[in-house]
């Protein structure tokens, strides 16, 4: 969920209104919002970088406020306040057309083929006789940021530029050269730079650094040029130094170019219509038609086509009764590219409704619960292995490659495990394929602890496994350690014993259980030795190795076992 | 027990006084140590309520070992003065004995003695008075006696100074009749054995009181996690609303399940490299529904049953991708296409197992955490019907702000359909995490205490029993 910060007095003042911060808080949830914070810039500055450094810095209230993922139009301000307005009912929801310029020429931007091969697409607006005050521009600046953000995801899908369209002239070119042939004057530098040359000034940049992956490998990078050859932007990077936007702008040209269409698309709409307010725009209206019977059947409840007709106007989707049967025509504003079904009309009837003004009702579905099978083993095991004097840990699934190989004495060829490509720390290296490890841990981060420690642990092991869909599956295991100044191998062996008898399976060679010494390099030579449930191997148990219980940073004898659970299903 | 010769004396001196006896005077009267009778009282108290024995403290001064030895052979100085025969002695002489060096100098300012420096063969000690008053070996023979009324303040106080007295604290006790007094003692049992009941001795004797107030015996025995014991109370409430488990012993997913059979697009934050975890080997998935993941890429690419779709290029290779899941919802997934081919019946559906972020980790935040999932599909339900059972179930944990700890809605179309669900049925689910409500009902603010190898062993012994309404 993206998070928008807002002056608070100027929210206010545009709302028309004042709030306590209950009231502000109460309507944040009705219109489907949170309001995560109350804060300040100083409070900011002195919560991250200390006191001394906040003393300078603003103290004007500032709301923090969670907006829907996929609610950009809500990403500023200007969007927050007019859905709250017309949500009131103190606006109408505003209806957005396209306005010609004076002269009745509209702007072009020409799309060469060149850029199919590096960012393929662009869309551009102007938004015309705007208005700017500090307070817009900056405004007008983050939804730029914001949108990159979220929607752009870091300006890989979509990348925003603005110009002073004052300062350059139409038609206008977007198209790709190599880098060696791009020169300009980049945003706030003193002098021209070929692109070759920017990617290794920026590769220092805190914040455009992050962007040069985008393009830097490709053999030519976008480039946007007005008829006289002065470079707008080099997408996505970074705008020319000669058309940027100032408060005193008064028509801006707006271009986003992209990777995916329906973004750029989406993209422009919010930039345009967010700051209509402020002068003139165009964008693109879609329609719904649906029923009032849907949006009844589906919330579950009973309201008038009329009513219905309301309260969806209420949310900024102007609706009118066609006439036709029950029969609800919505217009939806180029600001809610989040409504792509008539589900989502219906969520926002809902939500107009109020979730809590909804008669609540017990399904009639009738089932009988029945338990996974496994699960239910699992469940009955535990109890009893409690009550025999172990007590559970609960480690995680996830662990380094170090933790199932070296130190255990294996190899990691060896292992089957599964291996993650983004792990930010070894701590997430690979899913575990034995629940030892971590009962080792757990008594290495517990040696304060009278002895002596008995742990277990019931859980899925991760090994992979070519006959599945996805290449690998779980396995449930079994695991016990007994920890003490003696190995107590009888003690580990009791266990099993104990565990073999609530699982019904006598002591027996052939049909029953029997241990076999075996060859482990986790166990001590000579003290290990391996499990059979009618013939089959489950597992081993035994005196673990003295290097084995030095790589876990333990100082005392340890007797261990582990098995495979889903053979007794 | 103490000596039983001097608890019986104890006990008749008792009986003999109207008011008590002080242990002091019992022990100086019968010649023993006092602790002697503090062992014996200590004894008697251990019987019952035989005797009273009320603690006091008094201060008294006490000759120390210098000041004993004065008391019995008389000062330094007039020591040193009954030394030197009229004839004088050598001082070098008087220097030899052990009282010398300090019996000299103050017998010297007492001017009981003079020193004949130009004596032949060495400096000489003479008397220069016939007889002394050794005063300070009368002070301390008062002291001694007990009789400190006739010194002053001034006098103790330069005994003390010249460490021949020092002030004490004594502790004794005043020892009165109890309640059940008797100068008669039977030994007490400590406990019941065998053959005092085969032989019914046991009517006959006394048994030693406990202390109750002292604690028991801890149980050797094995505990629960508490997590764990949560997630049990978490899997009965969904028994008891009629809820099957669903099998989500599978970490491993594709995205396809994971995220492209749910409707999320391919570019959704959440399939991002930094709240995903992917996997290197093995990297894909190889089976699909192919007729169903045609639909699927369909209705994201295009739309479709009733959905203008997200209208960008949807592509294969992104759904292979293998991760490890990000929610259960991807079984819920896995689960409602499995009933979609099959005639449909109506089915409510949970589970509570493991799901993986690649996330940043802080004290709420784990990389593995469990989440809870319900699931009901039928005909027509509602949004109501969605509200009536979170009430329901919220109502079962017991406290209905866990509501927040939550979410719940309503499966999108574009997710159903494509599975062949009849297009009248739909689909309420809600899910929220094992570890918050546990952490809440647990009262623990670090996970890593909770969950992982840096649990807290203690807590989990001290944990008590989940009942999650309480």
Known sequence: MPTVGVKRDLLFKALGRTYTDEEFDELCFEFGLELDEITSEKEIISREQGDSKASGASDI????????????????????????????????????????????????????????????????????????????????????????????????????????????????????????????????????????????????????????????????????????????????????????????????????????????????????????????????????????????????????????????????????????????????????????????????????????????????????????????????????????????????????????????????????????????????????????????????????????????????????????????????????????????????????????????????????????????????????????????????????????????????????????????? | MADTGVVETLLQRIEKVDDGVDSLEVASSLGVDHQVIVGAVKSLQALGDVISAELRSSKRWELTEEGTEIAEQGSHEARVFSSIPLEGLGQSELMKLSFGKIGFSKAMSNKWIRVDKAHEGGPRIFRTVEKIEDQVREKLLLVKKGDMTQLEEKEKNELKKRKLLSEVTVKSYWISKGNSFSTTVTKQEAELTPEMIANGSWKEKKFKPYNFEALGVAPDCGHLHPLMKVRTQFRQIFLEMGFTEMPTNNFIESSFWNFDSLFQPQQHPARDQHDTFFLSDPALAHEFPQDYLERVKKVHSEGGFGSQGYKYDWKIEEAQKNILRTHTTAVSARMLYKLAQQKFTPVKYFSIDRVFRNETLDATHLAEFHQIEGVVADYGLTLGDLMGILHQFFTKLGLKKWVEVGNSGVFRPEMLLPMGLPEDVSVIAWGLSLERPTMIKYGINNIRELVGHKVNLQMVYDSPICRLES
């Open chain 1, 61 to 569: 209230i500032l709301y923090k406020i969670d907006v829907p993922a996929n609610r950009y139009d809500l990403l500023c301000l200007e969007g927050l306040v007019r859905g709250l307005k017309v949500f009131k009912n103190k606006l109408e929801a505003p209806r957005y057309r396209r306005v010609s310029p004076a002269n009745g020429e509209p702007q072009r931007l020409i799309i060469t083929k060149e850029t199919a091969a590096v960012r393929p697409y662009a869309v551009a607006a102007v938004l015309r006789n705007i208005t700017f005050t500090q307070e817009r521009y900056d405004s007008f600046i983050e939804l730029q940021e914001k949108l990159h953000q979220n929607i752009c995801r870091k300006r890989s899908l979509v990348a925003i530029g603005t110009h002073d369209l004052d300062t350059i002239s139409g038609p206008f070119t977007y198209t790709a050269k190599p880098p060696g042939d791009i020169c300009f004057k980049p945003l706030n530098q003193t002098k021209e730079y070929t692109a070759t040359q920017l990617m290794s000034l920026y590769k220092t940049d805190s914040h455009l650094r992050h962007y040069l992956h985008i393009i830097e490998d490709k053999p030519a990078y976008p480039v946007i040029y007005d008829s006289n050859g002065v470079v707008l932007s080099m997408p996505p990077i970074i705008n020319g130094d000669h058309s940027k936007i100032a408060l005193k702008t008064k028509n801006v040209f707006i271009e986003c170019t992209a990777t995916d269409l329906t973004k750029a698309k989406t993209v422009l709409d919010m930039m345009v219509t967010m700051f209509s307010e402020y002068c003139f725009f165009s964008a693109l209206i879609t329609w719904f038609k649906l029923s009032s019977e849907f949006i009844n059947r589906k919330v579950g409840i009973n309201e008038s086509t009329e009513k219905i007709a309301q309260l969806l106007t209420r949310m900024c989707l102007l609706s009118q009764v066609t006439g036709v049967g029950d029969e609800i025509e919505v217009e939806i504003p180029p600001t809610r590219s989040d409504v792509i079904h008539a589900c989502d009309i219906m969520e926002d009837a809902a939500m107009a409704y109020g979730f809590n003004n909804i008669p609540r009702t017990t399904p009639r579905t009738y089932t009988v619960a029945n338990q996974f099978p496994l699960n239910k083993l699992t469940e009955l095991l535990r109890q009893d292995l409690a009550a025999a004097g172990f007590t559970e840990a609960l480690n995680f699934a996830l662990c380094s490659q170090e933790d199932i190989a070296d130190k255990l004495g294996k190899k990691i060829a060896d292992t089957r495990a599964v291996h993650i490509s983004n792990p930010k720390t070894a701590e997430f290296q690979v899913a575990r394929t034995t629940l030892l490890p971590g009962l080792l841990k757990t008594v290495a981060a517990n040696r304060k602890m009278p002895l002596p420690l008995k742990l277990f642990e019931i859980s899925d092991v991760v090994l992979k496994d070519e006959t599945k869909d996805v290449g690998a599956r779980n396995s449930r295991r079994f695991c016990a350690v007994y920890y003490n100044k003696s190995p107590g191998f009888e003690v580990i062996h009791g266990l099993l014993d104990r565990t073999m008898q609530l699982l019904e399976v006598k002591s027996a060679r052939g049909t029953g259980y029997h241990i076999q010494a075996a060859d482990d390099s986790t166990f001590f030579p000579g003290r290990c030795a391996e499990i059979f449930v009618s013939g089959k191997s489950v597992g081993r148990l035994g005196v673990l190795h003295p290097d084995v219980i030095n790589r876990f940073e333990l100082t005392m004898p340890c007797s261990a076992l582990e098995m495979d659970l889903e053979p007794f299903l």
